[in-house]
């Protein structure tokens, strides 16, 4: 049998890299948040951010209770109360920002109460952070990666971020436990302070109360 030299060999991959790639590309990179907003109240979402992470977000009102269009109002604050983002009358609009500091990010949505009736308004939010953040169709143009390129560009940067992410981990439990060996080490002075106390509160009164029984010529 004659095989034909001309033809392309097909390039094999380990399989714990294909399946890698299949979840890559066909799983999703985020997930969309639904809010039910009241007519008097406030909805907000969370999400805990180390520094240096790139956070893209878009919201739209989908549809309100009654079948009438509605606006909200929208604020964005880290988490030192810093203002990020803040838009009031709007229908949709998008927030992007890097991280200056690590913590608990707030987003709060709240109709404007120019919306007649009583309807709920409906609103999505579309919330990405870092790798899922990234533009890649740009990046692809960028650096002319197409295919398999692409998708193991993509699957560094997930690598790099669950390396950052467990570093972040690493730093917060040591921290943690820092604190919780400082908090131990006062708690134990304070234990020790505490019963030299009572001893020479006890060794005062046992003293006291002999001086006066010798004066009382009762002992």
């Known amino acids: 049998m004659i095989k034909d030299s001309n033809v392309p060999m097909a390039m094999t991959f380990p399989p714990f890299l294909v399946v890698l790639l299949l979840a890559l590309s066909t799983g999703p990179l985020c997930d969309a948040i639904w809010l039910n907003i ?27 209770e009654d079948g009438q269009t509605a606006t909200i109002a929208v604020k964005v604050t880290s988490p030192y109360g810093n203002n990020l983002h803040h838009r009031e009358n709007v229908t949709y609009g998008r927030f992007a920002f890097t991280t ?36 890649w169709e740009s990046v692809a143009r960028k650096e002319k990666l197409q295919g398999v390129e692409l998708e193991l560009r993509k699957l560094e940067g997930a690598v790099e ?15 943690m436990r820092s604190t919780s060996e400082t908090t131990n080490a006062r708690v134990a002075w304070f234990s020790i302070m505490s019963l030299g106390i009572c001893i020479v509160v006890s060794g005062l009164q046992v003293w006291y109360l002999k001086r006066f029984f010798q004066k009382k010529k009762l002992i």
């Open 38 to 64: 009241p007519k008097t109240g406030t909805k907000c979402v969370s999400e805990e951010i180390h520094s240096n992470v790139v956070v893209l977000a878009d919201y739209v009102v989908v549809s309100v």
């Open 100 to 135: 200056e500091e690590a913590g608990n990010y707030l987003a709060c949505f709240w109709s404007d109460n120019r919306t007649r009736g009583s309807g709920e308004v409906v609103v999505n939010i579309d919330w990405k952070t870092g790798i899922a953040a990234k533009d």
């Open 161 to 175: 971020a669950i390396h950052e992410n467990l570093l972040y981990l690493k730093s917060r439990e040591a921290e």
